[in-house]
């Protein structure tokens, strides 16, 4: 459905450099997306790790209680150590997991929304304690002039939402976590529905149940209640591992559109749509029954961690709407559709979560 931009991927991390000479980039992905003035601005999660000098090794960075950034290494072939999975260290011996890169997040410009220029310092790093494996995902909504910035704090703590606000990209204020862990994929609405805000959120529950959207309001932003299951997750197909919030919903005339993610049991994770009344953003009124956008460019199905296509932020310019998105947990990519098409293929889709 969608049409892939002809300069993708935008973003490579061949064009950004390090915060730290020692470090490489491997991705630069999961942008945040809104408006600034005269420029697009895209909020990027930068995946870096130590430089890897000798492939029999893993070099990994810990960040010390202290807020210090120390590399660490361990040997592939250690009986004790699981590196299979190119994003994680799993320790057998004390079952502790390790990042093998750590995220910020960093500004990137343009002017006509194709073209970027990222900026050479991160924006947003991490802190302790919520925050020692790294920031990630950042989702931006603008409320009343005010940008606030909900991203992933991930440390051995678990994985939780933390809230940032800023006016101009330049001052910021931490706001805090706003949901505990287990829980991430949270978008916030642009505007109060009868008069509260609203955001959906995934939990991640350990015993029982699926990874679901659910809906939750709050009248300041930092304490959230009223939660109700939006959308789930599927018996079988794309949608059978997994599904979460992706760009943050979008006023339409037929009601809020939200661009979500879903993933199958083999973590192949693609693009799709949903609908809901303006005034009852909990009751799902139009769902994709196929993926919007599924990976299948080279970009999409190779990379670090392939067959994934994972958005954070959209636009809707003159009745365009431009998701950008990350391809392969590696590079930023754009692709277009008309908001007629979307919402046509939602029209006919009955009323389910």
């Known amino acids: ?116 220029t990222v900026d050479e310092h991160p924006w947003l790093v991490a802190q302790p304690p919520y925050e020692t494996f790294g920031v990630e995902d950042a989702r931006i909504t603008c409320i009343e002039n005010t940008y606030y910035v909900n991203y992933s704090a991930v440390s051995a703590l678990g994985i939780c939402t933390g809230l940032i606000s800023t006016r101009d990209f330049v001052n910021v204020e931490r706001q805090g976590i706003i949901f505990p862990p287990s829980n991430r994929d949270v978008t916030i609405f642009p505007e109060r529905v009868n008069g509260l805000y609203v955001c959906y959120h995934r939990p991640m529950p350990a015993l029982l149940g699926s990874l679901n959207i659910w809906s939750a309001t709050s009248p300041d932003l930092k304490h959230w209640g009223n939660h109700q299951v939006v959308v789930t997750a599927q018996d079988q197909g794309w949608e059978a591992g997994r599904v979460g919030g992706g760009a943050p919903p979008i006023r339409t005339p037929q009601g809020w559109l939200s661009i979500y993610h879903a993933a199958d049991p083999n973590d192949r994770y693609c693009l799709g749509a949903f609908l809901t009344p303006l005034e009852e953003p909990w009751r799902v009124i139009g769902r994709s029954r196929t993926p919007i956008l599924a990976p299948e460019a080279a970009y999409e199905t190779s990379g670090f961690f392939p067959n994934v296509v994972f958005t954070c932020g959209a636009l809707l310019q003159n009745d365009l709407l431009k998701v950008y998105y990350g391809a392969s947990d590696e590079v930023i990519a754009l692709a277009e559709i008309p908001l007629a098409d979307v919402l046509a293929s939602l029209a006919d889709t009955p009323s389910k979560t």
Request: aromatic share 6%; hydrophobic share 35%; net charge neutral.
């Open 1 to 116: 459905m969608f049409s892939r931009n002809v300069h993708n991927p935008l973003i490579t991390p061949r064009g950004v450099a390090a915060s730290r000479p020692d470090f490489e980039v491997l991705g630069t992905f999961n942008a945040g997306v809104t408006t600034y003035r005269d420029e697009v601005i895209l909020l990027l999660r930068i995946a870096e790790r130590p430089l890897q000098t000798d492939p029999k090794c893993v070099r990994y960075p810990e960040m010390l209680p202290d807020g210090e950034i120390v590399v660490r290494e361990v040997n592939r072939d250690d009986e004790h150590i699981d590196a299979s999975d190119p994003r994680l260290i799993f320790h057998r011996r004390t079952g502790k997991v390790s990042l093998t890169s750590m995220s910020h997040l960093r500004l990137a410009r343009s002017h006509d929304g194709i073209h970027f």
